[in-house]
């Protein structure tokens, strides 16, 4: 075994779901107490940031606490928990948290969620008015890849700040409920890719920052920056506190590591970071990441 010497360390503090979205990837379950979260928290700190995550936190209003201790200012949510509670906003920005990124899954989101997304865009403004920064989350399969303009055009409507494409990856819920026949293929992914990017040229960042999850893999039509963190630079711990590459491969089994009596991040001998391609989107959507050729 050997110690994790990357910077990130996402904590997935809860399994806990109000909402149990069609296509959440979600597999692990287990909960973080408080008592180990004050534990754990000031030893990570020590060599890491730690960010806080899935599956709804907010629902755990102990949990708050920990933002400020970890410095994220962003909650990452479904949005049913802030739905006409202004209480719950202002406990958020009292505690630090003054970005929420919301799932807001254009074209689908009605199909996969509870939230509705008129109740969304209402929400949102709600969100605005009350000073937070809003990231809209947005997964994408063959149901609303071709969506792409249009759910830009509605974040900028809605005066969001940040938007994140995400792939929908055959993982968790996913694998039983949404199906594999939406995944997205190679030339599809390659056309998400090059849309993002002719809108990231028509947008100024500072109007709207358009951000894309790893989980597409390498552009393959021309060079981009991709990097994959897997392992290298980022691993996720689970509330039975082990550890696993990255967030969307955190069923049993896929274990890369654990924490140990001292606190410390221990990764098995061999586990490498992959950096040129992503992992996941070969293990379970069956795509090969393109290159340049
Ligand atoms: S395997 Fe790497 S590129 Fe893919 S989603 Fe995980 S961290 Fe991102």
Redesign the pocket.
């Given at each position: 075994m050997k110690e994790y010497k990357g910077r990130y360390v996402s904590l997935m503090l809860c399994s806990d779901c109000n909402n149990h979205c069609e296509h959440c990837y979600i597999s692990y379950t287990g909960s973080f107490t408080e008592e180990r979260l004050k534990e754990l928290i000031p030893i990570l700190k020590k060599k890491y940031k730690v960010l806080l995550n899935g599956t709804e936190p907010i629902i755990h209003k102990e949990y708050l606490k920990f933002y400020p201790m970890c410095e994220n200012h962003i909650m990452m949510t479904n949005g049913i928990a802030l739905q006409n509670n202004e209480l719950l906003m202002d406990e958020l920005l009292e505690n630090g948290v003054d970005e929420i990124a919301i799932s807001y899954h254009i074209g689908i989101q009605d199909k996969i969620s509870r939230i509705t997304t008129k109740e969304l865009d209402e929400l949102i403004q709600e969100l605005k008015g009350k000073g937070f920064k809003v990231k809209l989350m947005c997964s994408l399969s063959q149901d609303n890849y071709q969506q792409i303009g249009e759910v830009i055009q509605k974040a900028l409507e809605l005066k969001a700040d940040r938007i994140r494409f995400t792939n929908f990856?055959n993982q968790g819920s996913a694998t039983h409920q949404y199906g594999k026949d939406v995944l997205l293929d190679s030339k599809q992914i390659a056309e998400v890719l090059q849309e993002i990017k002719h809108q990231r040229s028509q947008i100024p960042k500072d109007t709207l920052y358009i951000e894309r999850?790893?989980?597409f893999?390498r552009n393959p039509l021309e060079e981009d920056h991709?990097t994959?963190?897997?392992a290298s630079n980022?691993v996720a711990i689970t509330p039975d506190e082990k550890v696993y590459?990255?967030?969307?491969?955190t069923s049993p089994g896929n274990e890369i590591g654990y924490i140990d009596n001292e606190g410390r991040i221990m990764l098995e001998d061999g586990v490498e970071g992959?950096k040129d391609?992503?992992?996941?989107?070969t293990k379970y959507n069956g795509v090969q990441n393109g290159k340049k050729t």
């Open positions: 990856i999850c790893g989980s893999g991709f994959c963190l897997a980022m590459a990255c967030i969307f491969d992959t391609f992503c992992k996941i989107l």
